[in-house]
């Protein structure tokens, strides 16, 4: 056979064997993994670049009468029904007999599982065909959101559903950091929803995960769910009375008093509420900005690259941060109620990674062009409220800044 000369003939090429097929689900999976090369090159708005290349595939292969062409665009028209041309779609006199339970598939299952710390939340949906024998297995839609991130970190259909099930049981079972729960329907969708149009947007997709082939069938198995009642909106962050409310219960708690916080004064004060504010700012730069959510991943984008990026400490500052941050982190894990065993391994991991970084904080190789330009400023004894005296240092250093930017 000739090399396709268009992308419409490499997928009618690669999908040559659909008629083959023992089911509907295997259609439909074939069907979202030749999508899910479109949907990974797309650099933005991947939902829309499906929708544009299911549209112009529908327009290319119109007059197509092979058995092959026939039930791809039936395939494709199920999968992504908002393209344009798939409602006119029909399936063809000479369709496999599974081809009638393309997408006739009805919810059996929700929940909603993840760890304690509340980092990343899957949500399991299972569903089965209306006629098991054609259509195929009960099946499970499994979306993992990565809350550090803010995205669907990957996709995942497969089955038998039960199966799957049984698997997630046993995990959170055997592992008191993890927890299983039933979900509702409809903040399901909403929950997976929100995060894939973040996730359709971003310029690289997460590497090592089934997102890009499993996205268009998960996509057409969330619309079916309920639509959410209203839009799920994000834990905002803190205004100054809540963040002035919240530090003075934390000062007065028992683990401030532990890491001997409570007895801070003097010059040492400042570096304590310089320390304590970069924790709140770094929680406000999460979707969610909860400023009680820690864990081992959480203290160490914190200790090992935000702080570095984004602020300017000085040898007081950085000799105190960890210090305060186990504090912190063990009464955001008293006031979420997690168990002995989460706290004490948020402690741990921060306790780890204090030596990379001190490393960090003395190299300054993480520092932001911005955040170094500050750090030599200080360096330099210049004082940044003072007009005059930056304005002669920034004409003094602007060939230098410009070299390092």
């Known amino acids: ?56 595939f529908l327009a290319a292969t119109t007059r197509r009468r092979s058995a092959t062409a026939l039930i791809i665009r039936r395939i ?65 839609v499994v979306a993992l959101v990565d809350h550090n ?22 995990m959170c079972d055997s592992d008191e950091l993890t927890w299983l729960r039933r979900e509702d329907p409809a903040r399901l969708r909403g929950e997976v929803g929100r995060h894939l149009v973040v996730t359709d947007e971003i ?7 089934s997102l890009a082939t499993d996205r ?18 994000d834990r905002q962050p803190l205004d100054a009375d809540q963040r002035d409310e919240l530090l003075r219960a934390f000062l007065a708690a028992p683990e401030a008093a ?24 770094h929680a406000a730069s999460f979707p969610d900005a909860d400023p009680l959510r820690w864990s081992p991943a959480v203290a160490g984008l914190f200790l090992l690259d935000w702080v570095h990026r984004r602020a300017v400490l000085d040898i007081d500052d950085a000799a105190m941060l960890p210090r305060v941050l186990r504090a912190w982190a063990a009464y955001a894990a008293r006031r979420r109620g997690l168990p002995p065993a989460a706290a004490a391994q948020t402690d741990e991991a921060i306790e780890e990674i204090v030596p990379e970084f001190a ?10 062009p911005a955040t170094a330009a500050v750090a030599q ?29």
């Open 1 to 56: 056979m000739s090399t396709p000369q268009t992308p419409y003939e490499a997928v009618l090429h690669a999908a040559r064997d659909v008629t083959r097929l023992d089911c509907a689900l295997d259609a439909e999976m074939l069907g979202a993994a030749l999508l899910g090369s479109v949907y990974a090159i797309a650099d933005e708005d991947r939902a829309g670049a499906l929708r544009e290349f299911v549209g112009g």
């Open 76 to 140: 494709f028209a199920e999968l992504v029904p908002d393209a344009e041309g798939a409602a006119a779609v029909k399936p063809g006199a000479s369709a496999p007999a599974w081809a009638g339970q393309l997408g006739r598939v009805r919810l059996t299952g929700c929940w909603a599982y993840g760890d304690v710390y509340g980092d990343q939340t899957s949500y399991l949906a299972t569903f089965a065909y209306d006629d098991a024998q054609l259509g195929g297995p009960e099946h499970a």
């Open 149 to 170: 991130i803010g995205i669907v970190k990957d996709i995942f259909v497969g089955g038998p559903g039960e199966r799957i099930l049984g698997q997630v049981r046993q």
């Open 203 to 209: 310029a690289t997709l997460p590497d090592g995960g």
């Open 216 to 233: 268009a069938l998960a996509g057409a198995r969330l619309r079916l769910l309920p639509e959410p009642a209203g839009i799920p909106v």
């Open 258 to 281: 532990r890491f001997g916080l409570h007895e801070i004064d003097g010059d040492d004060l400042a570096s304590l509420h310089f320390c304590l504010s970069l924790l709140l700012d």
């Open 359 to 368: 490393r960090l904080y003395t190299t300054g190789e993480r520092r932001s």
């Open 377 to 405: 400023l200080m360096a330099d004894g210049i004082d940044p409220d003072d007009p005059q005296a930056l304005e002669s240092w920034l004409a003094a250093n602007r060939e230098r800044l410009g070299d390092e930017s």
